[in-house]
């Protein structure tokens, strides 16, 4: 696709942002099939109406707008940010602008990826590491992929554009701390699973105008500490669940309830549909729901 485009420019200062544009970008798009309109098709710095990404207590503010959004069938499916040659498109504060771009209520896409001339990455909005990273010299090495992935026959899958994002890839991306603390004083969840002797997972949702899905891990202990909290007919429910397969229980009408005290692990957990970073719990709490 480059062979005849002279890399050296890029070191060149005046070779800029809207060079990177012109130069190099609009190929992949022409190459990819997208078209200015259409029900798959590019819609160029499109603005956010409401511009802030909230997640329970923690808001940002998303202060780009990404180039270019590609649509299927008229859904963001994918979003483009152009950088400079200078700037880094791999783990930066670009990187972490963009995802909270992808997830946002108005957007919802499931790809993000930045271009600066020297590199393409792509991410998904449900995994942490890159899903293609490659050097524009080199793009043919995996453009069948990329293709397979970004062109606009793929189609948006409504699973997708109604997914809840993790809370742990969300806070990491957003620059959380080692020592994050989660600390929540009404937790839900109808879900609690034994992972393995010993450890056992609930998963609840963090409200706010983006909602994600935390994944809580807990010892032998904490199961027994839980259980003190819970009312004794879901206590004994809980308890006897856990001890026979499948070794989980779901509630259909009824919630498990508690506060938390957690940690951020620092492990990326991987399955066949997204990555997520669990968090460890310090403590079970009393529920109190604060708002009500």
Not at 48 to 67: C, E, F, N, T
Not at 128 to 148: A, G, H, M, R
Not at 247 to 252: G, Q, R
Not at 258 to 274: H, K, L, M, P
């Amino acid at each position: 696709m480059f062979e005849d485009f002279d890399f050296s420019v890029l070191a060149d200062p005046y070779f800029k942002e809207d060079a990177v544009r012109e130069e190099l970008i609009v190929p992949i798009i022409k190459s990819l099939g997208y078209k200015i309109s259409g029900s798959s098709r590019i819609i160029r710095s499109k603005p956010l109406v409401h511009p802030y990404v909230a997640i329970g207590s923690q808001q940002r503010k998303i202060s780009i707008i990404p180039d270019y959004v590609f649509t299927s069938e008229e859904k963001p499916y994918w979003i483009l940010d152009a950088k400079s040659p200078s700037e880094d498109v791999f783990k930066s504060k670009h990187v972490e602008q963009a995802y909270s771009y992808a997830i946002h209520p108005e957007i919802r896409a499931e790809y993000y990826a930045l271009c600066n001339g020297r590199e393409f990455v792509l991410y998904h909005v449900r995994q942490f590491e890159p899903v293609i990273q490659v050097s524009l010299k080199n793009i043919s090495e995996k453009w069948d992929t990329l293709y397979k992935l970004l062109n606009p026959d793929t189609k948006a899958d409504p699973d997708i554009v109604n997914f809840k994002p993790d809370y742990g890839i969300f806070m990491l991306r957003a620059g959380m701390s080692d020592n994050f603390q989660f600390i929540g004083s009404a937790i839900h969840s109808n879900f609690i699973a034994k992972v393995e002797d010993g450890l056992y997972t609930t998963v609840s949702v963090i409200p706010g105008n983006v909602e994600c899905a935390i994944s809580l891990d807990f010892n032998e202990l904490q199961l027994d500490s839980l259980a003190k909290l819970l009312p004794e007919h879901l206590a004994s429910k809980l308890l006897a669940g856990l001890k026979r397969q499948p070794y989980y229980v779901l509630l259909e009408n009824e919630e498990f309830k508690f506060g938390v005290s957690a940690y951020a692990t620092n492990q990326i957990i991987s399955n066949n549909n997204e990555q997520y970073l669990p968090f460890q719990v310090a403590e079970f709490l009393t529920y109190k729901n604060i708002e009500s």
